[in-house]
Structure formats: structure tokens, C-alpha cells
């Protein structure tokens, strides 16, 4: 069964730290680039950050940029998304998703990835 399980969210104060974690199961982890998607209370998603399939090349949303850093170790199928100097304006479920393509996917439309997790809820707030 293809899975993918988030965890590592909570609550954190502004200017916190959090790591997000993101098991894949079922399906060949290290064919697939990956990306971070977030949903936050009332907004479509917003893609976050995403990685190629070996990890060497990773790409990120302005809003998030130097203060997120997205990382993939291929031999224990895992994802992470780093997120420090955390803001209230991060709040939201976040997703991990992958697709297998050649190129990196970096939208926050479900419908361009093969799996979807089932989210994590990061809430900042003092």
C-alpha cells in the first residue's frame, strides 16, 4: 500500500523551530521528487518547497526562503522539511507529495502529484 505519513508538527512561538517528517511506503521513494505543500485555515494550497530525486537540487517559495530547508535521505525513504524563524503566518496543515517525473513539481495543485499525505498542522502562535 503506497503511504505517506507526516509528522513533527505542533505548536511553537514565534520564531521557533519545527522539523517535519515525511515516511514514504509502498513505491520506489528515491524515483520521485518530492515537495512540500501547506494549507492554511480558508486558503487553497500553497506550495512550500521541493527536491529532485537524488537531493542535490532543491527550490523553495519566496515566503519561505532562508528560513526553510528541505532535505530527503533516499535510504531510509524519508523526507524533512527544517523550518525555523517561525512565523504566525506559517500556520497551516502541511503536506508532503511526490511525483515521478523528470523535472521537480512546484505547485500546490493535488492533481500534479501521484501521492498526497494526510497532513501535519503546524500552528505558531505566542
Known amino acids: 500500500e503506497v503511504q505517506l505519513v507526516e509528522s513533527g508538527g505542533g505548536l511553537v512561538q514565534p520564531g521557533g523551530s519545527l522539523r517535519l517528517s515525511c515516511a514514504a511506503h509502498?513505491?520506489?521513494?528515491?524515483?520521485?521528487?518530492m515537495s512540500w505543500v501547506r494549507q492554511a485555515p480558508g486558503k487553497g494550497p500553497e506550495w512550500v518547497s521541493a527536491?529532485?530525486?537524488?537531493?542535490?537540487?532543491?527550490y523553495y517559495a519566496n515566503s519561505v526562503k532562508g528560513r526553510f530547508t528541505i532535505s530527503r535521505d533516499n535510504a531510509k525513504n524519508t523526507l524533512y522539511l527544517q523550518m525555523n524563524s517561525l512565523k504566525p503566518e506559517d500556520t497551516a496543515v502541511y503536506y508532503c507529495?511526490?511525483?515521478?517525473?523528470?523535472?521537480?513539481?512546484?505547485?500546490?495543485?493535488?492533481?500534479?502529484?501521484?501521492?498526497w499525505g494526510q497532513g501535519t498542522q503546524v500552528t505558531v502562535s505566542s
Open positions: 507529495a511526490s511525483a515521478r517525473r523528470t523535472y521537480t513539481v512546484r505547485t500546490g495543485d493535488r492533481g500534479s502529484y501521484d501521492y
Open positions: 527536491i529532485n530525486s537524488g537531493g542535490g537540487t532543491t
Open positions: 509502498g513505491f520506489t521513494f528515491g524515483a520521485y521528487v
